[in-house]
């Protein structure tokens, strides 16, 4: 007796791209729990639509949904495929993304300008996660403040450093509330949340380069096996051991 083919779909490897200020997932919809991201995530469904459900804007099922940090809600797909693409909020790439958003809805957007163009892209054959990424948010450049420019450098140059806001705020001559007041505005996110999403990257990389799960959560400042994968659930919906589990390859696009 012969054997159906499996879709195409099924076969191909799920992928997450980690860059400097960015990172893409393309591969198999995973059935994520409620979360709250640390970064600016564009969602979008590859074969099918998907319903998004936030306290604030209920459900709403759509193709493509730019979803805010620090905003708990839930992806439910109805296909087989899902694009994820996550950006610094300080990028020139994530207000490009924002900019090309057709309506915004208690701080969601909608209508993605280039939906149909990101959808041929990440299901071509060697899909290219820069190409990808561009698309996504274009560039729009917008100045940020040289002390959170400082900041930032300091947070990504050693994410497991336990320097904290009011040191950094008083490296550049600032109060501690100003620096954070400045922080959120210029980097759209919270102080917390930027420095947890600088150390999963480094868990990301460290990951893709060999280590192991527990190493490298240490290494990037992690308390402890636990700590990281309640902060990973909580920013991602599943746990990193789930995501790995699910044959997702980490390919790192810069150093």
């Not at 640390?38 to 969602?43: D, E, I, N, T």
């Not at 493509?64 to 940090?69: C, M, R, Y």
């Not at 994820?84 to 900019?99: N, V």
Request: a neutral charge; glycine letters at 8%; one cysteine or more.
């Amino acid at each position: 007796m012969g054997t159906a083919a499996l879709p195409e779909t099924c076969c191909r490897t799920a992928t997450l791209w980690l860059g400097t200020g960015y990172a893409a997932f393309l591969g198999a919809s995973l059935r994520l729990d409620a979360h709250s991201g640390s970064v600016q995530c564009l969602a979008v469904g590859l074969d099918a639509p998907f319903t998004l459900r936030t306290a604030e804007l209920g459900e709403r099922t759509v193709r493509s949904a730019l979803i805010p940090p620090r905003r708990v809600h839930r992806v439910l797909a109805h296909g087989d495929r899902m694009l994820f693409c996550y950006f610094d909020p300080g990028s020139p790439r994530a207000r490009g993304t924002l900019a090309r958003m057709a309506s915004i809805e208690h701080g969601i957007g909608f209508a993605h300008v280039a939906e149909s163009d990101l959808i041929a892209m990440a299901e071509s054959a060697d899909p290219d996660p820069l190409q990808i990424l561009d698309c996504a948010g274009g560039r729009v450049s917008a100045p940020i403040d040289a002390r959170i420019v400082e900041a930032i450098a300091t947070l990504r140059a050693n994410p497991s450093s336990t320097v904290d806001a009011t040191e950094l705020a008083a490296a550049v001559h600032l109060s501690t509330s100003r620096f954070l007041h400045l922080f959120s505005a210029h980097a759209g996110t919270s102080f917390r949340r930027y420095r947890l999403w600088v150390r999963m990257v480094h868990v990301g990389a460290a990951v893709s380069k060999g280590r192991d799960l527990t190493t490298a959560s240490a290494d990037a400042g992690f308390a402890s096996p636990s700590h990281f994968s309640d902060a990973f659930h909580t920013m991602c919906g599943l746990t990193a051991t789930d995501l790995l589990a699910s044959g997702a390859r980490i390919v790192l696009l810069d150093s």
